[in-house]
């Protein structure tokens, strides 16, 4: 019976839909598409995928799953000036890291031969027509949408002459720019995307996929509706800026479509803060060596987040926690390190590293003795066992964790009190040394040594203020890291009205490397892409160029959530 109880309130979490969802929903209960569920996620191959696109692999594949349909990958490759094969690559292995399969994969480029003949019937039939003119004069004779548009001389052309100029284009007799084929539609029309819209353009480019075959090129709007129709899908999910393109789409779908069809639906993109997520800025920042190539750390692409230590769990985690929306907002990027703080906290290693080191002298620890102390892997998780990690006279300690002229609240290491060293021993400061410029060089200090944690004495049941991690300086294995904070210094970055540009904003400070540290020798059999927690520091992640002699680590994230506070309040 309580069973029961419990099955029926799962069932009532998984089935809230959002409002895409509704849609299909109902489209299934009247049978549209005899109750098909086909999506598809349509990348440019201009560029490395964003947390943004994430966003909308994670809702067109989620879709498919829920109502038990398929998801397409199609790369819609029709602007050959921006696109390469080394982009297909790289979306191809980030959309399979996120954890997801492709049932069909398609190009747009794939349909040139079909698209080019749905050219020449709507020239036939009198819906499209070659035009001479300028650009600047087509956008020019469109006007505004409270006024009525400037018919093309050419607009009512011979249809012959059309078709007969549209073939010497094909055969690149003409020159870029010099001639489009345009749709005749509406000049009226208050959607300025009907007044005429481009079809194809002249382009004399080599295609990644069709190479010199093509002199001219089809436009989004011709490309990607009759797409979707090629493959049968029946939603065609996008961004809101497509809103007001959904009845041109609809508009070629008419000329050519019988039978089931695809219907456009909208939602808001995802905007994150301190971070810029179109590709074309991103290609900037590459370009400018502003980062380190595509898969920085820093940047927001699928690689950069993977190389900076994110799961695919926590990306995930992070599209379902947002949500889809019907309008734009700004999500702040707390939000995503909050799922990959909490998805680590549950999965990650712990194991000690010291980051900014200073010496500890145990006095009293004898010089030729080393110990093994046992430490837990993972508390958040009880089948993660424990290791052993070596204990000795001299340690790193935290250069932080010391202070010789502490105020009363200061709960770590001073002179004359008492600290636990996490794992090991109660210690005590005793003194310290100083170079000529009066850095410390060695802390010394005394141990208890009936303190020892978990041995169950009485002493090591005593209660201090203040635990510290370390490591046996003579076990320990040095490392590099780098740590990264926001890429930019403003929420916002692109968004400003007041003519700066979003490269102004770029944070100084957004990298610093540390490359003297030190970390217990259980790192050795570290991977890249190995995830761990440093303790009572944060989440870090072994770097992809990180070798045995020249460990790099990487921070995802701090330990602290400033997001889970901001909630409470
Ligand atoms: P960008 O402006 O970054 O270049 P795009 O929309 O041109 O992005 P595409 O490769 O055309 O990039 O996008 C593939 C799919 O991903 C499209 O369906 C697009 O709507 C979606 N998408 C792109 N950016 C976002 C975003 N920030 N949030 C949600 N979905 C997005
Ligand atoms: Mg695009």
Redesign the pocket.
């Known amino acids: 019976m309580k069973q029961d109880i419990i099955n029926k309130e799962e069932e009532n979490e998984n089935t809230s839909l959002n409002f895409i969802e509704e849609i299909i929903d109902n489209d299934i209960k009247e049978g549209v598409n005899n109750g098909r569920v086909h999506t598809r ?7 490395y ?9 994670c ?2 594949f989620g879709l498919a799953d829920r109502f038990n349909g398929h998801c397409n990958l199609r790369f ?1 490759d029709t602007n050959p000036s921006k696109e390469e094969q080394e982009y297909v690559d790289a ?1 191809k292995e980030d959309i399979s890291w996120l954890g997801f399969k492709w049932h069909q994969e398609h190009y747009a480029s794939d349909y040139f031969d079909q698209l080019y003949a749905w050219a020449i019937k709507l020239i036939k039939e009198g819906k499209a027509y070659i035009d001479e003119q300028p650009q600047e004069e087509i956008s020019k004779q469109r006007t505004t949408p409270t006024e009525p548009g400037i018919e093309s001389p050419y607009r009512n052309r011979p249809v012959e002459e059309s078709l007969k100029i549209f073939e010497e284009m094909k055969n690149g007799v003409h020159a870029d720019g010099s001639k489009i084929l345009r749709a005749k539609i509406d000049m009226n029309s208050p959607n300025m995307h009907m007044r005429d819209p481009i079809m194809y353009r002249i382009m004399h480019a080599h295609h990644h996929r069709t190479g010199d075959k093509w002199n001219i090129y089809p436009m ?1 709007d011709f490309a990607h509706g009759q797409s979707d129709y090629i493959e049968k899908i029946t939603h065609s ?3 809101l ?2 809103e007001n393109h959904r009845p041109l789409y609809e508009w070629f779908l008419d000329q050519i479509a019988d039978g089931d069809r695809p219907k456009q639906r909208e ?6 803060s301190y971070t810029v ?6 290609l900037e920042l590459v370009e400018k060596d502003l980062v380190n190539g595509w898969d920085d750390p820093r940047m927001p692409t699928i690689s950069g987040l993977r190389r900076r230590g994110y799961t695919p769990e926590s990306i995930r985690n992070f599209a379902n926690t947002i949500g889809v929306a019907k309008r734009e907002n700004i999500i702040d990027l707390a939000v995503l390190e909050h799922c990959v703080r909490e998805d680590l906290n549950k999965t990650a290693p712990r194991i000690m590293a010291v980051v900014d080191p200073v010496k500890l002298i145990i006095d009293n620890y004898s010089d030729d003795k080393s110990e093994m102390l046992i430490a837990e892997n993972n508390p958040e998780n009880e089948n993660s066992g424990s290791r052993e990690m070596p204990f000795s006279k001299v340690l790193y300690i935290e250069r932080e964790d010391f202070m010789e002229d502490a105020p009363k609240k200061f709960f770590r290491l001073t002179l004359g009190k008492e600290v636990r060293l996490k794992n090991a021993y109660i210690i005590k400061g005793e003194s310290i040394v100083k170079d000529n410029d009066g850095n410390i060089t060695e802390i010394h200090c005394t141990y208890d040594p009936d303190s020892k944690s978990g041995s169950g004495t009485e002493a090591s049941k005593r209660k201090v203020k203040g635990t510290l991690h370390w490591v046996s300086a003579k076990h320990a294995v040095k490392f590099k890291t780098n740590l990264y904070d926001r890429l930019f210094s403003n929420a916002d970055p692109a968004g400003k009205k007041d003519g700066s540009d979003f490269k102004d904003y770029i944070n100084p400070d957004s990298l610093k490397v540390l490359d003297n540290c030190y970390a217990e020798p259980s790192v050795l059999e570290a991977k890249p892409e190995d995830r761990f927690q440093f303790q009572r520091i944060g989440y870090f992640c072994v770097d992809k160029d990180s070798t045995k002699d020249n460990l790099i680590f990487n921070r995802t994230v701090t330990l602290k959530d400033s997001w889970s506070k901001q909630k409470k309040k």
Not at 49 to 57: D, E, T, V
Not at 267 to 272: E, S, T, V
Request: proline share 8%; hydrophobic share 40%.
């Open positions: 996620f349509p990348p440019e191959p201009n560029g995928l964003h947390i943004g696109h994430a966003k909308s692999i809702l067109n819609d979306i989004y999910v996008c961004t800026e497509f939602f808001a993109r995802l905007n994150l997520m179109s590709k074309r800025k991103l």
